[in-house]
T-cell receptor, first 111, second 115 residues
C-alpha cells in the first residue's frame, strides 16, 4: 500500500451525525494535513497537525495524530449537507518540499 | 481573500500537441507547485519551485514537462508533446513556507483532455 491511505473510501451519514475518517501512512513525517475537495473543484486546506502534536481542533473539526501507529483521524461533528465532499490526508516529511496525498474518503451527508 | 488562479479551466488538445497551463500564485508566497489528479484517483505531486528553480520533481515530471516563472507573477506548466495519459486535472498551489511545514493554497485546477 502507499503512503497515505484513508478509510473508509466512502461514508454516508445523515445531517447532524458525526463523521470520522482515518488516514494511515508509512514513513516518518513532519506534519499531516487534511484537505477537502468538492466535486470537480480545487483542494481546500482544513487543518495541519505537526508530528509533536497529538490533537488539534478547528471549529467542528478534530484531528488526532498517533505517530506510533502512523495514523491520523479527522472527526467532523454535527455534520451538514455542505460537508459533502472528498477528504484527503497529506503528509509532509523530511526536507522534501512535496506533500504526499492519500486516496481520499468520499463523504455524503444527507438531509 | 487572496487566491491562486488558473487558466484555462478546461483545455482539449490533440495527442502530440504542446500545452501550457498558467497559474497566478498568491502574491507574497514563495513556493510554487504543480499537482495532478487523474479522474477518480489520488492527487499526485509533479514539481515544486522556489527561488526561480525546481526544488523537487517526481518521476512523472519527465523531459516532456517544464515549468517557468517568466515575469514574477505567472507560474506555467508546459507539456511539450501530450500523450493520452496526460489527461487529468492539473492543480497549481503556492505556499508561504515549504509544504512540509505549512499549508498549501490550491487553485481550482485546469482540466486537460488529450484526444
Amino acid at each position: 500500500s502507499q503512503q497515505g491511505e484513508e478509510d473508509p473510501q466512502a461514508l454516508s451519514i445523515q445531517e447532524g451525525e458525526n463523521a470520522t475518517m482515518n488516514c494511515s501512512y508509512k514513513t516518518s513525517i513532519n506534519n499531516l494535513q487534511w484537505y477537502r475537495q468538492n466535486s470537480g473543484r480545487g483542494l481546500v486546506h482544513l487543518i495541519l497537525i505537526r508530528s509533536n502534536e497529538r490533537e488539534k481542533h478547528s471549529g467542528r473539526l478534530r484531528v488526532t495524530l498517533d505517530t506510533s501507529k502512523k495514523s491520523s483521524s479527522l472527526l467532523i461533528t454535527a455534520s451538514r449537507a455542505a460537508d459533502t465532499a472528498s477528504y484527503f490526508c497529506a503528509t509532509g516529511r523530511g526536507t522534501a518540499s512535496k506533500l504526499t496525498f492519500g486516496t481520499g474518503t468520499r463523504l455524503q451527508v444527507t438531509l | 481573500e487572496p487566491e491562486v488562479t488558473q487558466t484555462p479551466s478546461h483545455q482539449v488538445t490533440q495527442m502530440g500537441q504542446e500545452v501550457i497551463l498558467r497559474c497566478v500564485p498568491i502574491s507574497n508566497h514563495l513556493y510554487f507547485y504543480w499537482y495532478r489528479q487523474i479522474l477518480g484517483q489520488k492527487v499526485e505531486f509533479l514539481v515544486s519551485f522556489y527561488n526561480n528553480e525546481i526544488s523537487e520533481k517526481s518521476e512523472i515530471f519527465d523531459d516532456q514537462f517544464s515549468v517557468e516563472r517568466p515575469d514574477g507573477s505567472n507560474f506555467t506548466l508546459k507539456i511539450r508533446s501530450t500523450k493520452l495519459e496526460d489527461s487529468a486535472m492539473y492543480f497549481c498551489a503556492s505556499s508561504v513556507v515549504i509544504s512540509n511545514t505549512g499549508e498549501l493554497f490550491f487553485g481550482e485546477g485546469s482540466r486537460l483532455t488529450v484526444l
